[in-house]
């Protein structure tokens, strides 16, 4: 039977496995799915030995993603963009390809809840791989505008330099932000933490749609505070995994999986609905 899996560290609760199970179910696919946890300096003899036993194809992780990067023999244009890999396929020619699911998985999320990117006006907090991944794909749905605003500010103008040539993409720091914005994205880690990103409450209005990468069982930090502050649209990260999950499986495969009940299964699952 043909082998997929997850590399990652910490990776016992990752969802991947949960989910492609359904969509090889769903598409009648013969496939196993499963977890590997190299320690953090073995990935690259872990990733080489799962393909020289035969597997076919595996998503990467925290913390493997940039080191994916630069062990697979081919990289796909927006891996190369995004400076990641998580998602590697063999190819029937024996090359190890190296892809990057994370940026469409999250405009593919957009567009399920509704949410317009052509002509909008969009702020991205954070400027670390998760905003790097998100850039490209949300640069190609021709926004008006897209500003970076991130704690450290450097790191947005730098990321606003690397993509300018895709769009008109600047960088901010959090007390200047001028609004309006259709859209803030939360690529932060902050949620993590339990801490927020230091946006001015002046910049949440009614008709603005919130998205925050991070999820969980509740409302991640960051979505509390905004719906405090007004916002009725808010959406969290769960749908944005199970769409690059969708993706990925689309590359291995060739046929692409619906995602909808999926995410019904994966909320029950995880106790949100
Ligand atoms: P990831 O790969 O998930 O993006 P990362 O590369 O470590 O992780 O980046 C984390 C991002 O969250 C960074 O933009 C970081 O800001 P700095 O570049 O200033 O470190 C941001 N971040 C983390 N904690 C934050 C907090 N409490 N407030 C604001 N931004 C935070």
Redesign the pocket.
């Known amino acids: 039977m043909d082998r997929y899996l997850v590399f990652g560290h910490p990776v016992r609760h990752s969802k991947s496995p949960f989910i492609h199970t359904l969509f090889a179910r769903q598409t009648q696919q013969e496939l196993e799915y499963g977890l590997a946890e190299p320690a953090v300096d073995e990935f690259a003899h872990a990733l080489r030995t799962f393909f020289d036993q035969g597997g076919k194809g595996c998503n990467v992780t925290?913390p493997f993603k940039e080191q994916a990067f630069t062990l697979v023999d081919r990289l796909s244009t927006r891996a190369k963009r995004a400076g990641a890999v998580n998602t590697i396929k063999l190819t029937e020619d024996g090359v190890l390809l190296g892809d990057n699911t994370d940026g469409a998985g999250l405009v593919a999320d957009l567009k399920s809840h509704g949410v317009t990117l052509a002509d909008s006006r969009i702020l991205l907090?954070?400027?670390?791989?998760?905003?790097?991944g998100a850039l490209a794909p949300l640069l190609a749905e021709l926004p008006s505008e897209l500003v970076i605003a991130?704690?450290?500010h450097a790191?947005a103008q730098q990321l606003a330099a690397e993509f300018h040539d895709l769009g008109p993409v600047t960088a901010q720091t959090y007390e200047l932000l001028a609004g309006p914005f259709d859209l803030v994205i939360n690529?932060?880690?902050?949620s993590l933490?339990g801490?927020?990103?230091?946006l001015a409450p002046a910049l949440i209005h009614t008709d603005i749609a919130i998205y925050d990468m991070m999820y969980g069982a509740s409302d991640t930090a960051f979505i509390c505070w905004a719906k405090q502050h007004g916002a009725r649209q808010t959406m969290d990260g769960l749908g944005m995994l199970v769409e690059q999950a969708a993706e990925a499986f689309t590359v291995w495969r060739g046929i692409r999986p619906g995602t909808k009940q999926v995410l019904r299964e994966l909320k029950r699952n995880l106790g949100v609905i």
Not at 125 to 132: E, I, M, P
Not at 187 to 190: D, F, G, I
């Open positions: 925290v907090l954070g400027a670390g791989g998760a905003a790097r991130n704690r450290t790191k690529s932060t880690s902050a933490q801490e927020l990103p230091p």
